[in-house]
């Protein structure tokens, strides 16, 4: 049985945090064991066979997999309970996670850029590789596309910000070890520039990779909004709760994978506090349990204010 199915279904595709973070652990091991075998067999062979570009897929193959541990990291803290210094929980380890993913790769890239260029100042210096290159660069894209379907599938099932940034780095992994295929086959072929332009390419693909996760990380962190999809949503969820006449200033910003909610709800102002304070609760629960929502908080309003805007009222029978 694979990761996946191992995961028990859950109400409307959610999944509680012990779920996520089981997934999490399980399929980051996976990539640690490909990631160490494929590290290993890339830069012995790169320095024996000579090959530039073989050598630096190894070593963004090795910036995986201190990536994967970052991760590993992250989850076994992101699925701690909340407490007196952490009331929303500690969910944003997942955002800190993706946000040293990114810096690493954008290190790495710039590092990797760097010393390439200095190889390339002599041309004539640069040798032509065994064909033992070739067939370790073959094995390591096989590997790391059947890896990055892997954690992408494992991802999108529970919903992972985190997993979905390291599957995509396994990708950017498997796009990088093609171009090392074509550049050492070039080599081999009579045209040994390829191999160190297929190192400058891998560099360039690892940098621009932490640069997008660095860039979405960050954005989180600042209290960015839920995206719009997510947002309308949650909307719909609250209008459809019985009792909910409307809604105004829906507030929501991002807290690891979860959103965190503000909400005025407008309710039938002729109803007692009890009645009114039990519609608030029916219509939080209803988002909690439908949406990737942490907290609601709603303010009650009554529905005949005349400051409100009404245009997103539920619509009730007999009212327009």
């Known amino acids: ?165 390291n599957a995509w780095h396994a990708r950017s992994d498997a796009a990088s070890s093609l171009v090392v295929v074509v550049g050492i086959a070039g080599n081999l072929a009579g045209y040994p520039l390829l191999d160190p332009i297929a190192a400058l390419l891998v560099a360039f693909l690892v940098g621009r990779m932490g640069w997008s996760f660095t860039a979405e990380a960050f954005r989180d962190l600042m209290d960015h909004a839920a995206n719009v999809e997510d947002v309308a949503a949650i909307r719909a969820t609250l209008l459809e709760t019985p009792g909910v006449l409307g809604i105004h200033d829906v507030c929501t910003r991002k807290m690891g994978d979860m959103i965190v909610v503000d909400v005025h709800i407008e309710v039938d102002p002729t109803l007692t506090i009890e009645v009114a304070h039990e519609i608030a609760v029916q219509a939080e629960e209803r988002v909690l349990q439908h949406h990737r929502v942490l907290r609601l908080m709603t303010h009650l309003d009554p529905w005949n204010r005349p400051d409100l805007d009404h245009s997103t009222a539920a619509k009730t029978p007999g009212r327009e």
């Open 1 to 165: 049985m694979n990761v996946i199915e191992s995961i028990p279904a859950s109400p409307d595709g959610l999944y509680s945090q012990e779920e996520r973070a089981a997934a999490a652990m399980r399929s980051t091991w996976v990539s640690v064991v490909v990631n160490v075998l494929l590290t290993a067999a890339q830069l012995v062979a790169g320095v024996v066979s000579q090959s530039q570009g073989l050598v630096a897929d190894g070593i963004h193959s090795f910036s995986d997999l201190i990536s994967d541990f970052v991760v590993l990291f992250a989850g076994h803290h992101s699925q701690k309970d909340a407490d007196a210094e952490h009331p929303y929980g500690h969910q944003r380890f997942e955002t800190a996670a993706s946000l040293i993913l990114g810096l690493l790769l954008l290190a790495v890239g710039v590092g990797m850029l760097w010393a390439t260029f200095r190889k390339l100042e002599v041309p004539s210096a640069v040798p032509q590789v065994h064909v033992m290159a070739l067939w370790v660069a073959c094995g390591a894209l096989v590997a790391k596309e059947l890896l990055f379907r892997y954690m992408l599938a494992v991802a999108k099932r529970v919903k992972s910000s985190m997993l979905v940034a």
